[in-house]
């Protein structure tokens, strides 16, 4: 019984989202518990130690390390850090910490009512994903001096974010204020 309430809970978070999510049943499943238990706002407070060349996703650089889990990618630390607080904890060539930063802000609660009411729901083309489910994604990123302003963020489910941070996909802001969606290499395919 609590399976099929489950599986019914699951099933329409987990339906494909068009021709461009090729994951097969078990992963959009697993996406979709995932979404269905961060109640589609990833809000964990979570540490992630990592270098400044991994932050900077230089060819060669090491995985990031987080608490409780496997070392993860640049992209992963980037996808986490749109939506939480970031306290940089700066480590030299031989891990000793040599600086603690201040935390970055997430959007204000002003901002965040302002771009759920502006966007209502993920901006990717034809999803349906509501305010509630979706994190706001800086458009230029804050690592590369994109601001958490309302001009520079959009809102992305969890699928889509993945997309973009893990992916290889692109937003892009069009002239016209379009959201254009940018496939990544034919070789970087994501499964």
Do not use: F, Y
């Amino acid at each position: 019984m609590g399976g099929a309430a489950l599986l019914s809970a699951l099933k329409p978070l987990a339906r494909s989202l068009g021709l461009d999510d090729v994951r097969t049943q078990e992963r959009r499943l697993a996406d979709a518990l995932v979404e269905m238990a961060s109640g589609g706002e990833v809000k964990a407070s979570i540490q992630v130690t990592a270098t400044v060349e991994t932050l900077a996703a230089l060819a060669g650089a090491p995985c990031a390390d987080i608490q409780r889990a496997l070392p993860i990618s640049s992209q992963a630390v980037e996808k986490l850090a749109c939506d939480c607080a970031i306290t940089r904890v700066l480590l030299d060539s031989e891990s000793v910490v040599i600086d603690v930063g201040r935390a970055k802000r997430v959007p204000s609660s002003p901002v965040r009512r302002a771009l759920e009411a502006r966007d209502g729901g993920c901006r990717w083309p034809h999803c349906e994903r509501p305010p509630k489910w979706s994190a706001a994604h800086h458009l230029v990123h804050w690592t590369r001096g994109g601001a958490t302003d309302l001009d520079n963020l959009i809102l992305q489910c969890h699928r889509h974010h993945s997309l973009v941070h893990e992916g290889g996909w692109q937003l892009v802001r069009a002239d016209d204020g379009r959201l254009l969606t940018i496939p990544p290499l034919p070789s970087a395919g994501w499964g």
